[in-house]
């Protein structure tokens, strides 16, 4: 045998190299070497049983990647509304909502490569687009008659608006307001999205209608990505479909991601929920000639995991690149200006009381103590109406995805997230607590413990947030609407609500400062303060003519992904500890206490699981009013409620 040529033998080991290196989707033997607990993992599959037992949904695939490995990949329940058919890890999705960020990276690639400007304005690209005018609601105070009226645009929509829903485009079906209805009676959101059509003729017929917002102004999730599905059909030459699939779908190996199921796949689609045959657009088992960006794409969770992990890779996977760095930094990062104002209904998961922002396709976790929801500051997400949920974490390299199909679109995604970070172990801090000798404390000591013990975080991993378990407020809902700061709700038993403030009431100043002009955030940041500190509130109520003035004493106020309770109790002699609330807390879960054993006079561990270490806070009078896990970078606290 002749020995291989130098040039065909470099070859030859670069391709071995790049084997060796490629995406394997398989799940690694040892989640504990990507730092996760396998027995907490096991807590996710276990959580999806019980509400494919309850009738939630049929079936659900999760999986979860870090640090270029997948650690979970598993399927619970079945493929069939029946319940006849297991599901298996390869099962097809309708993912809707979860195609945006596609179509973003496709607009991205060609913005890249100076075939599309984001700056340029939309009817540029689409001449039908400019004339759309822009639909301003007034209400007459005598009559209470309200009235739309047609204005032009102040500056021309352009594509980064497309890109981050700050075009004036909407979905008619989140408010009740003069242009939703407009859209609702045009029959669009029945029609214009019908698989028999066209990109181009949906497009036409949305120029008819007007935006509900001056382009730039308002974020509002809506249309957009679907014209941006069209302007990439003309800036490349080439139908969505074929775009996205020579460019993106198989150079990155997704090899079941497309805009309907062909019939040698469709043993592997699972049935949409009950009531889904009211959507005629959604039959994804036809073929279709109107590819919605905004939308229409079905995947796997395996295909899925190879799209995100390109943009963690920054743009790249398998040796392939699709974007620069750069242009990943730049879609996963704020992309909105300081000034806008936030509307419809996304807006409750995007904006200030969400702590979340949007950047070029992807809503990104911008403040922890405002986020019902664990994960590191930067994150960046998006779901589907029927269930369908992902997000990158790049300070922890991890990648998570749910895929379920069920009427309530969010379903779930709180929860599938805290069992994730809940799964996390805590880095090995030194001697194990194993060799340490077990101390004796009397038992006078040990009542001294009991009580239950809240938490503002369900995993460790939140430490490095620094969330705040609290902070000085007034307890209300706030949205700023149409230039005014309205209540949305009070929190009950909150300040607010025992000053009397009710849902609708219009926040005219906070103190001496008028909140017209304000935005939300400024808003926000003037109605928190130190705990009993007084603020001064001017309402305008309708029904009333007079404003009501009112003194509020500003208390302590819990952000709304707080509330992971640890109860402490003394059996047989030992300290004991299980979990209260909805969800386990590391080692913790409810209805399986745990004795823990004692280090000194005021702390513990547990000898087994992952070996959590507990301490004990006490007051200057050596109460006990808090417990803190695993003293140290990783801790968690939490304070004693009982």
């Known amino acids: 045998m002749k020995p291989l040529h130098r040039p065909l033998a470099i070859l030859l080991m670069l391709c071995l190299a790049t084997a060796a290196r490629a995406y394997d989707p398989a799940p690694v033997s040892d989640p504990e070497a990507l730092g996760f607990s396998s027995s907490r993992l096991a807590r996710i599959a276990a959580w999806q049983q019980t509400q494919v037992d309850a009738g939630a949904f049929s079936g659900a695939v999760a999986a979860i990647a870090r640090n270029g490995r997948v650690a979970y990949l598993r399927a619970v329940g079945f493929r069939d509304r029946a319940k006849t058919i297991p599901l298996q890890p390869d099962a097809i999705f309708w993912i809707a909502s979860m195609t945006k960020p596609v179509t973003s990276v496709a607009a991205m690639m060609l913005a890249e490569e100076g075939k599309l ?16 005018m822009v639909g301003v ?10 009235r739309l009226a047609l204005e032009p645009q102040k500056q021309p929509m352009t594509v980064e608006d497309l890109l981050r829903h700050t075009s004036g485009l909407i979905y008619s079906d989140v408010d009740n307001k003069a242009v939703h209805k407009l859209y609702r009676e045009s029959g669009l959101s029945d029609t214009g999205l019908a698989r028999d059509g066209t990109l181009q003729a949906f497009v036409s017929r949305l120029a008819r209608l007007p935006l509900a917002h001056q382009p730039g102004e308002v974020w509002e999730y809506g249309y957009s990505t679907d014209v ?42 699972i049935d949409p929920p009950v009531g889904a045959e009211i959507y005629p657009d959604r039959d994804v088992t036809k073929p279709t000639t109107l590819f919605s960006g905004g939308g229409g794409l079905v995947s796997t969770a395996a295909d899925y995991l190879r799209f995100c992990q390109m943009l963690l890779n920054g743009g790249e996977l398998d040796g392939v690149r699709i974007l620069s760095p750069a242009t990943v930094r730049r879609m996963t990062t704020n992309a909105l200006p300081p000034a806008i104002r936030f509307a419809g209904g996304a807006a409750t998961a995007i904006g200030p009381l969400g702590g979340s922002t949007f950047g070029l396709g992807f809503g990104i976790r911008s403040d922890a103590a405002w986020s019902g929801v664990p994960g590191s500051v930067g994150s960046f997400t998006w779901g589907g109406a029927w269930g369908t949920y992902f997000w990158v974490d790049p300070a922890e390299q991890l990648i998570a995805i749910q895929f379920i199909q069920v009427a309530t679109g969010n379903f779930g995604r709180a929860t599938f997230r805290n069992l994730t970070y809940g799964a996390f172990r805590v880095p090995d801090q030194g001697v194990p607590v194993s060799a340490i000798a077990p101390a004796t404390i009397d038992q006078a000591a040990l009542a001294g413990f009991e009580g239950t013990y809240r938490f503002a975080s369900y995993s460790s991993r939140d430490k ?18 149409g230039g005014l700061l309205k209540v949305v709700s009070p929190i009950r038993d909150a300040p607010a609500a025992k000053a009397g403030i009710m849902s609708n009431d219009i926040i005219t100043h906070l103190d001496d400062a008028a909140t017209q ?44 992904g707080a509330g992971a309770d640890l109860q402490v109790a003394i059996k047989d002699g030992k300290l004991q500890i299980e979990a209260s609330g909805t969800l386990p807390v590391l080692d913790f879960e409810k209805g399986a206490p745990i004795t823990v054993v004692p280090m000194s006079s ?25 417990l803190a896990l695993n003293p140290g970078p990783w801790q968690i606290t939490g304070q004693r409620i009982n």
């Open 117 to 132: 400007d984001l700056a340029t304005p939309v009817h540029q690209y689409l001449p039908e687009l400019k004339e759309m």
């Open 517 to 560: 002009g304000m935005t939300l955030n400024q808003a926000l940041d003037k109605m928190r303060g130190p705990v009993d500190t007084k603020i001064r509130l001017r309402i305008a109520r309708k029904g009333q003519d007079a404003p009501i003035e009112l003194t509020i004493v500003r208390a302590v106020i819990r952000p709304q």
């Open 137 to 146: 609601e007034t209400t007459d105070p005598a009559s209470g008659q309200s």
């Open 602 to 626: 005021n702390e513990f561990f547990v000898d087994g699981g992952d070996r959590t270490r507990l301490a004990f806070l006490r007051d200057e009078v050596g109460k006990a009013t808090g």
């Open 228 to 269: 941006l599905g069209r302007i990439i059909e003309v800036a490349s030459g080439r139908p969505l479909d074929q775009f996205l699939d020579n460019r993106l779908f198989k150079p990155l190996g997704m090899v079941d991601t497309a805009f309907w199921v062909p019939p040698e796949k469709l043993a592997r689609l």
């Open 464 to 481: 490095q947030e620094q969330v705040p378990s609290e902070f000085g407020g007034l307890g209300i809902v706030i949205a700023m609407q």
